[in-house]
């Protein structure tokens, strides 16, 4: 009977049927963990700080429409100045202590942020507290969730694996809508349970990624990177269910022995200044920006501002009170989960990144202007309307961006940064990239609640004026990266030209290094049985 996890292997070093097993999924699954910890923190926040409990609790209700955006914005955006940092410090700590445990500190240092939300009483200084802390685990994790998993993966699935990284985080924003309104629903809005409920249930992933990577093996390319060939190789054959005498095996470990003997004659094994250096190299200068490019983009998308204030934005479009803005926060998350899931599964190996970031973003662009178009005529900022087809078209639009989101900027660019650059800069680049990435949700965050209330239905117009730069960037700019292994980014991405035409040339040079490597095997072969013969 075939392995239900069997895979076509059409990379440059096809892996044995028995690489895809459960095991690689299951090792993606514990550690996207820390993807759910990102994942319920940004769906959960914005509604609760709606619900009626908080709003009495914290003083909200008293507040000036001036005053509740901006404490809103700061409970908010707190979170995204945590992670920011929490990306700068994970660096050091992963480059010296390994991808492994220093997740299981972001597990810790996240529960301890919780615990510190849940038991504020009239002190919003406690919420800032423990939001920056849960911000700094979160902010480590996504730097080296996608790192530790890409090391990990075989390249024919490597896509697919990152990708549950993002499938953990929408199905975690689903829990997290949804806990919203079952509260709401459920405990009367006198009672502190209403919303210590949704910001205790912070502890989940954060256990749950403390005692899962405890049963992880180290990066394998982090061992032999730091001189640890033979606990490599022990990692590698327990991820890939092989015996270390299988020649894949040792492809792999010498693979990456090459790379990074190559990259340590060009100096990136020294210091952080010697590995800036050869950041700023044409190639990888090139990867850097793209990299950066596409993490400010997806925030400059709007996606973040629906995460955290979808129930005023729902309520921007004419659909008001909270338990009707929670339920169609609720249907959102459902719908983005699940799109993430079939595309994350189907989509992004087969499709390939590049044609999934230029559908997505299309679609995306269209639902955007819709919306904006709908709420100037409308006058939905200003008034209550009339929820005509205009309007439930409006809601539709929301769920329609979703979809074209969710198998393009959703995760693609998470997939793309965990991919793309050298295994003796990766942690270096990805901190540029990482840091990019929350410096983007901080912006968006801290701003929309000024937006809406300033610009109003230009909000919506400032997220699709972005979606279309987003899409002639990706059509110029981004090469197809899908089935090449790590190490051979490096020919894409030393390819001038176009994206366009980038990868049908690197495929004839990779093609023409397999052909002669290939014969020089079969020649060795040959003189070594005619000597075998004359014996």
């Known amino acids: 009977m075939p392995s239900p996890f069997a895979m076509k292997d059409d990379s440059a070093f096809p892996a044995p049927s028995a690489v895809y097993s459960w095991r690689i999924y299951a090792l993606a699954f514990c550690a996207s963990m820390g993807a759910s910890m990102f994942g319920y923190d940004s769906a959960f926040v914005g509604g609760a700080i709606t619900l009626p409990s908080f709003v009495s609790r914290f003083g909200l209700g008293t507040a000036s429409s001036d005053q509740a955006a901006a404490l809103s914005a700061n409970i908010v955006s707190t979170f995204q100045a945590g992670c920011f940092f929490g990306a700068i410090v994970i660096s050091y700590l992963a480059e010296k202590f390994g991808l492994r445990f220093p ?6 240092v996240y529960n301890v942020g919780a615990i510190m939300q849940v038991a504020s009483t009239r002190s919003i200084g406690m919420i800032y507290a423990g939001r920056a802390l849960t911000g700094l685990a979160v902010g480590a994790s996504t730097l080296v969730v996608p790192q530790y998993i890409s090391e990990c993966s075989p390249p024919a699935i490597r896509g697919r694996l990152i990708g549950m990284f993002e499938i953990v985080l929408q199905f975690s924003q689903i829990v997290g809508f949804w ?15 209403q919303w210590r409920i949704p910001f205790g249930l912070q502890i989940i992933p954060g256990t749950f990624l403390t005692i899962l990577m405890l049963l992880q093996p180290e990066s394998p390319r982090w061992l032999i990177k730091n001189g640890k060939t033979e606990k490599a190789i022990k990692s590698l054959c327990e991820i890939r269910r092989l015996p270390r005498e299988d020649d894949y095996i040792s492809w792999e470990v010498d693979t990456v022995k090459e790379q990074l003997l190559s990259e340590s004659e060009l100096g990136t094994t020294r210091p952080f200044s010697a590995k800036f250096k050869e950041m700023v190299k044409r190639s990888n200068r090139s990867r850097l920006a793209l990299g950066m490019g596409f993490m400010m983009l997806q925030n400059l998308s709007g996606i973040n501002a629906l995460n955290y204030y979808s129930p005023t934005i729902f309520k921007s479009i004419g659909f008001s009170g909270t338990s009707v803005g929670l339920l169609a926060t609720g249907v959102f998350g459902i719908v983005k989960a699940l799109a993430t899931l079939v595309f994350m599964c189907f989509g992004i190996d087969n499709l390939g990144r590049r044609k999934s970031m230029l559908i997505g973003s299309s679609g995306a662009l269209i639902a955007m202007f819709y919306l904006g178009g709908y709420s100037k ?7 209550a309307v009339v929820h005509d087809g205009g309007a439930y078209i409006a809601i539709v639009m929301i769920y329609i961006f979703a979809v074209f989101y969710a198998m393009s900027w959703n995760g693609i ?4 940064c965990a991919e793309v650059f050298p295994t003796g800069i990766r942690s270096a680049c990805l901190l540029f990239t990482t840091c990019t990435q929350w410096l983007g949700q901080f912006i968006i965050v801290y701003s929309t609640p000024y937006m809406i209330t300033s610009i109003t239905y230009g909000t919506f117009l400032f997220f699709g004026g972005f979606l279309l730069i987003g899409t002639l960037v990706v059509f110029f700019l981004m090469p197809e990266t899908k089935g090449l292994s790590l190490e051979d980014m490096d020919v894409l991405f030393n390819i001038k030209g176009l994206a366009t035409t980038q990868r049908r040339k690197a495929d004839e040079i990779i093609g023409s290094q397999r052909a002669a490597e290939n014969a020089v095997s079969l020649e060795e072969k040959t003189e070594h049985a005619m000597n075998i013969e004359s014996i």
């Open 179 to 193: 806990v919203n309104y079952g509260v709401n629903q459920n405990i009367s809005g006198t009672l502190d349970a």
């Open 413 to 416: 660019p998470w997939v793309f």
């Open 377 to 383: 005529v409308s006058g939905s900022f200003h008034h």
């Open 103 to 108: 997740l299981v500190a972001c597990g810790v």
